[in-house]
């Protein structure tokens, strides 16, 4: 339940099934499914969820949500994407996902009184995922996915995961390097097992690609070899 969603994602929207398997291996994200079972299956119910949003089912998505929040609470992070289907990519997308993360991050001291209230007793520890420098990498992944727009946000499958992008960077910020919110930011930033490949493989310049391939390659054998080993 935990990992079968996230191989069927690679699978359908990975435009590279073996990076997207690296990425999934290397950033952790496999590894995390073995220390947090609960939370995994509610991010593999969450996955469900995304597909529901694809294929326009908003019923199957928020069945699938309130699944997901049955199994852990922080599932709940999930339930604005049902939005996403609405959102054109354009310089006032960016204008407003800017504002809105900068007007989080100053109100993050009230959000993560009254989202983690609840949990502040569940000594939640760092994830192995990253952790808060991968923040870095996902304003790099957004910046790239913006520069290339022309050739990579082309169809709405990559458009939703670039929306998946800005969305994980937007909760890292506001954790603060809190446990429990980089834990709910696992549920956007799971989608660059998707995102990265199809980025990538969307530069059209040989030589930049290439680039681009060895650099994402030594990135996820550095977090291995750092953060998951």
Not at 16 to 31: D, H, I
Not at 35 to 60: C, H, N, P, W
Not at 142 to 157: C, D, E, T, Y
Not at 170 to 180: D, E, K, Q, Y
């Amino acid at each position: 339940m935990a990992t079968v969603p996230i191989l069927l994602l690679i699978y359908r929207r990975s435009c590279s099934v073996m990076f997207g398997l690296f990425v999934y291996l290397c950033f952790g994200y496999y590894a995390f499914a073995f220390t947090a079972i609960r939370q995994s299956v509610a991010m593999g119910l969450t996955v469900m969820a995304y597909f529901a949003l694809e294929d326009k089912q908003q019923l199957k998505f928020f069945i699938y949500c309130l699944l997901a929040i049955t199994f852990h609470m922080s599932a709940i992070v999930f339930i604005p994407v049902c939005l996403f289907g609405l959102v054109k990519i354009n310089r006032l997308t960016i204008f407003f996902i800017t504002s809105a993360g900068i007007v989080l991050y100053l109100a993050r001291n009230r959000l993560l009184d009254l989202y983690a209230s609840g949990y502040a007793d569940k000594g939640y520890e760092a994830t192995t995922v990253g952790g808060q420098r991968f923040l870095l990498v996902l304003i790099a992944l957004i910046v790239l996915g913006w520069l290339f727009r022309k050739h990579f946000l082309v169809n709405r499958a990559n458009q939703l995961l670039f929306l998946m992008s800005c969305s994980a960077a937007i909760v890292f910020a506001v954790s603060r390097a809190n446990p429990f919110f980089l834990r709910a930011a696992l549920y956007f930033q799971l989608y660059q097992v998707c995102y990265i490949p199809n980025l990538v493989r969307s530069i059209k310049s040989a030589r930049i690609r290439v680039t681009g391939y060895a650099g994402f390659i030594s990135v996820g054998f550095y977090y291995f070899f750092t953060q998951v080993c």
